[in-house]
């Protein structure tokens, strides 16, 4: 398995979670706190365009809680499975990327427009009854 690091935050439950997940896993990984690794965990924002914790960097891979994970489970499942992701081509990865990144601004676009409907109705319904 590749080298793994864990970008964590002294305070975050998300972190703990992952780490007893990932030993659990028995996935061998080095923590980096981000406060005392400043420059590494400011690159690492830099390439993945977020700041979040816990980070997960497995070789050249990054996974950003909320975008590629959701639970400690799903990280674990992911990096269990990251040497296949490598095996995958530059192509098949970025047209991946675009496709989640459309699907993603289109349901937020959904939302809104829902919300916006809602506030609508509401912002109707009280000049009617006002």
């Not at 659990?24 to 420059?39: C, G, L, T, W």
């Not at 990280?75 to 970025?94: F, G, T, W, Y």
Request: positive net charge; charged residues 25%; glycine residues 6%.
């Amino acid at each position: 398995m590749k080298k793994i690091k864990v970008y964590t935050n002294s305070t975050c439950g998300h972190c703990a979670q992952l780490k007893k997940a990932l030993q659990e896993a028995n996935i061998k990984f080095i923590e980096k706190e981000a406060s005392k690794n400043q420059k590494e965990w400011g690159l690492t924002q830099m390439i993945t365009g977020l700041g979040m914790f816990p980070t997960v960097k497995a070789g050249d891979n990054y996974l950003v809680p909320g975008r590629d994970f959701n639970t400690p489970e799903q990280a674990v499942q992911k990096l269990q499975n990251i040497e296949n992701l490598d095996k995958l081509s530059n192509d098949v990865k970025l047209l991946e990327a675009f496709k989640t990144l459309t699907f993603s601004i289109n349901n937020g676009f959904q939302r809104m427009f829902q919300q916006l409907n809602e506030l609508q109705i509401k912002l109707n319904t009280e000049e009617n009854d006002g």
